[in-house]
């Protein structure tokens, strides 16, 4: 299993064992607090959670290629030739006192080979390092939709199941929308030679707008299953109270007319 689809499992079963249960309590009726500041309560609950865990995970990967030579996507190779000439000369070991100097010069050594040249580039800019190691092909479209195919039909099959009943219907509704616009946002990002104008965060690349998609979207999903949950009415449940409301009203009322016919009745013998 691969670091992403271990985050992703990871990141499951937080949000539907800890999340979903806890932004349930949050959404649980309560005499003095109206539904609408719960709904406020839960959704700041869940935007505080996801982007605590996300900042944790992006620390966790560290810096991309672009950043470690503080160059950007569109930097030509004269600009990053130049970049990393002035950081060899200060990160070499020969120079660098630090203990880490050897893996420091490593680690811009790799950087530059990889966005040097042109090929690597691209598949680093759409798969990041993983495509790099597995030797991926952006003309490869047969390979990518299946990996697509396979990441979407598993998430709609777990969101099919946990919004299983009556009172999923809306919430389901949500989830696989917003799994449509990822699936766009996704395909548009890989398969766009440049999705991203130059000026929009030059140094993020199209890999880790996709990673930081498929990371957030564990949390939409179970916001969207609490949500749709909590907001869910039965129409059923309450036609058949108001049938059963109306027939204790016309019980009373043929009572009443009863009562009035015998009082009727009584009098006209008297």
Known sequence: MSSS??????SFLFYTFFVYPSTSYILKPRPNVPRSRSIYYA????????????????????SNHYVKLGVTRHSTPMEIKKAYKKLSL??????????????????????YDVIMDVSNRVVYNKFGTPGIEQNKSTFD??????????????????????TLGKSGGLSRTWIYTGMIVMLLCEITLLTTEEPLP??????????????LLHTLFPAFMN?????????????????RGLLKALREQNKDLLLVMRDVQIGVQNMQRG
């Open 141 to 162: 479209e047969q390979g990518m939709l299946m990996e697509m195919g396979i990441y979407y039909a598993t998430w709609g099959m777990l969101a099919f199941v946990l």
């Open 223 to 239: 916001g969207c299953r609490c949500l749709g949950g909590f907001l869910f009415v039965d129409v059923d449940e309450q036609t």
């Open 90 to 111: 200060s990160l070499h070991p020969d120079k660098n006192p630090s203990p880490t100097a050897a893996d420091d010069f490593a680690s811009i050594k790799t950087s």
């Open 198 to 211: 130059p000026w929009f965060l030059p140094t993020t690349t199209e890999h880790e707008w996709i990673w």
């Open 5 to 10: 689809e271990t985050s992703s499992l990871t």
């Open 43 to 62: 959704i700041a609950f869940l935007a505080a959670l996801a982007a605590i865990k996300t900042g944790m995970e992006i620390a966790e990967r560290g």
